[in-house]
């Protein structure tokens, strides 16, 4: 009797300690919308992890409800505010029938993961022959504004006229990095007439982000095609190295991580603070890098609206590994304007997933 009443005693104990503990980190989740990671870089680890972190409260809870356990309020008062942030992953209901006054304007954002998805996908042959694969769904779009990024070019000095071939009827706005003879970089397609480029460009890093200024129906605005600072390391080769216990691997995907991870806010910022200075509204497109909640997230969404929450359905994830629990890539768009489309197909030629939408503008 005594060693029953002990056992019970001490699976009480060990379930409500690990209840504070899940509940605790679902917590410090949030707090990662509002942190810097380079002043708190572990934290944006955490962010990562807020849908598993919610699956488990959320177990949790229906395990101590079917137990009728008082503890049940821990998982319980972690979990709610979550209820607050799932629409960033997963949305219910579109806005494909709204109503609308304004123009419009059909967008496509896709990292191209510089067509190297043949290498995983015995289905494409060449690399060729998967960006051929890639610019025949972007034509059949036939979208008013494309962002790019991780576009890849053989010849550094044929950009334009490789643009002009592929992309007739389309105005080309890009920025190519040398690689050993090759290129890649960020590119912008419009049908619209162009007023005005630029590029930003960041400190020890090949990212950047590309913007264009356009003028429509006496209408002027700004698209901004961004790809932050990515982690840099492999999914596979991580598992690998964890698998055969080789430390080194270990410590230098470690290294990546936390690189990426305070390199990013610092792009973050600079592009936030241009997109502050210019008086045209502005569209931010592309690659974050980061997951809804992030502060690079929460710092692009100010005074704009994100194109999955107005008008997506179902999970709104654009990385093809770990789905659905990354979605990256985004397009976001001013306060006045209205969601009507939106879009992420599952295509097999990238490891990101393209996003398409339709905005009334």
């Known amino acids: 009797m005594a060693g029953g009443m002990s056992r019970n005693w001490f ?13 605790g980190l679902l917590v410090l989740s949030y707090l990662t919308i ?11 680890l955490l962010g990562l992890l807020f849908i598993p972190l919610s699956f488990v409260n959320f177990l949790l809870i229906l395990w101590a409800l079917k137990r009728r356990s008082k503890a049940v309020a821990i998982p319980l008062m972690a979990f709610l505010p979550a209820l607050l942030f799932l629409g960033r992953y997963f949305q219910f209901g579109g806005n494909d029938d709204i109503s609308h006054d304004g123009l419009p304007m059909k967008v496509v954002s ?27 769904f972007l034509l059949a779009q036939n979208a008013d504004v494309i962002c790019l990024q991780e576009f890849h070019v053989e010849d550094i000095n044929k950009v334009k006229q490789y643009l ?60 901004y095609n961004c790809h932050f600072q990515s982690y840099g390391i492999s999914f596979n080769g ?22 990426s991870i305070l390199l990013r806010p610092k792009q973050v910022n600079q592009v936030f603070d241009h997109i502050e200075s210019s008086p045209m509204d502005s569209f931010v497109c592309g690659d974050f890098n980061d997951n809804p909640m992030s502060y690079t997230y929460q710092r692009m969404i100010r005074d704009r609206k994100d194109s999955f929450r107005e008008a997506g359905r179902g999970f709104g994830a654009t990385f093809s590994l770990l789905w659905p629990m990354l979605r990256i890539d985004y397009v976001l768009f001013p306060d006045h304007c209205e969601g009507l489309s939106y879009q992420v197909p599952r295509l097999p030629f990238s490891d990101h997933y393209p996003v398409v939408t339709e905005i009334s503008i």
């Open 238 to 259: 991580m598992v690998r190295a964890i698998s055969e216990n080789d430390e080194d691997a270990v410590a230098a995907t470690g290294r990546k991580v936390k690189k």
């Open 164 to 223: 002009r071939k592929h992309f007739k009827g389309y105005k080309a706005e890009y920025f190519i990095n040398h690689q050993n003879g090759h290129g890649s970089g960020n590119v912008t397609l419009s049908r619209f007439p162009v007023k005005d480029k630029g590029v930003i460009t960041f400190e020890e890093s090949a990212n950047l982000a590309l913007y264009t200024d356009y003028e429509v129906e006496s209408r002027l605005f700004r698209v």
């Open 110 to 136: 896709y990292n191209v993961g510089a067509f190297s998805q043949y290498e995983k996908d015995a289905s494409v042959e060449g690399r060729q022959q998967c960006a051929d694969s890639v610019f025949a």
């Open 11 to 23: 699976f009480g104990l060990s379930s409500r300690v690990l209840m504070l503990i899940v509940a």
């Open 34 to 44: 509002a942190v810097n990671p380079a002043k708190a870089w572990v934290v944006t």
